[in-house]
């Protein structure tokens, strides 16, 4: 399965793409977290993001294009992948379906996971990353077991993302309705855009998604038995 997750920042996508990735068995690709470590490793395309990411807007279609080509054609996606934070813009869009064309494949749904921003600003002021592992919590919604302990990796020492101050938030939901939402009837009209409500519990938009998903999974192999039953010519 190839899917796209879409929503503002603080909607929770990087949750549910974990979710999906498991549920379904693909990779989970989260363009931020590429160009968080590129900026971590000091690399140039890290260098010529750092800013831009530091100031909320966009990095450039052509670095994020080309960044994403390479990885969606690594070996743990060929059995497919969920995209967090990739495409961004129209073009993004319009090349990622160019790019998957040219290998014979095409997207299979994009869950859009709508918030409200006021709302999206209070839950992103209270995350925080474990510094040794990088799981993702929240001071209400998603806390340790334990206090000041590492779920996954026990470690105890956390962080803010650098871009997760308020005035970069504000700038990312600007970037978010001015580059991004223009996405949104771009993938309805291909009839693949599957809209969530994202203000629910995390356990309720898991549950949505996969409500929809699982009916979807299981429409494409009805399909592929009828066309297999139907197939009488030889096999190539
Ligand atoms: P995220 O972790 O998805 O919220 O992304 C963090 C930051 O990385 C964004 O605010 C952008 O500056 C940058 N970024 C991530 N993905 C993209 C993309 N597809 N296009 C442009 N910039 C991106």
Redesign the pocket.
């Known amino acids: 399965m190839r899917l796209v997750l879409l929503g503002p920042?603080g909607a929770g996508?990087?949750t549910q793409a974990a979710r999906l990735a498991e549920r379904y068995g693909i990779a989970p690709v989260?363009?931020?977290?590429m160009?968080?470590a590129e900026v971590a490793a000091g690399s140039e395309i890290g260098c010529q993001?750092q800013a831009?990411?530091q100031s909320?807007?966009?990095?450039?279609?052509e670095i994020?294009i080309s960044m994403?080509g390479r990885r969606i054609a690594a070996p743990d996606c060929k059995r497919g992948f969920i995209l967090?934070?990739?495409?961004?813009?129209v073009p993004?869009a319009e090349a990622l379906d160019r790019l998957l064309a040219s290998r014979g494949l095409a997207l299979d749904a994009v869950v859009e996971l709508a918030a409200v921003d006021a709302a999206l600003i209070e839950r992103i002021s209270g995350r925080f990353i474990c510094a040794a592992c990088g799981a993702s919590y929240h001071d209400r919604y998603k806390p340790t077991r334990v206090r000041g302990v590492c779920d996954l990796c026990g470690g105890s020492e956390f962080i803010c993302?650098a871009?997760d101050n308020p005035e970069t938030v504000a700038a990312?939901l600007a970037?978010y309705h001015r580059q991004t939402a223009p996405m949104l009837p771009y993938y309805r009209e291909q009839g693949k855009l599957f809209d969530i409500n994202g203000m629910e519990t995390m356990e309720e938009v898991a549950a949505a998604i996969a409500a929809r998903l699982d009916a979807l999974a299981g429409e494409t192999s009805r399909r592929f038995d009828v066309a297999t039953l139907t197939h009488r010519g030889p096999r190539v």
């Open positions: 920042p996508k990087g989260s363009t931020g977290e160009l968080r993001a831009v990411m909320g807007s966009l990095v450039p279609d994020m994403l967090d934070g990739f495409p961004r813009t993004q993302r871009d990312r970037a």
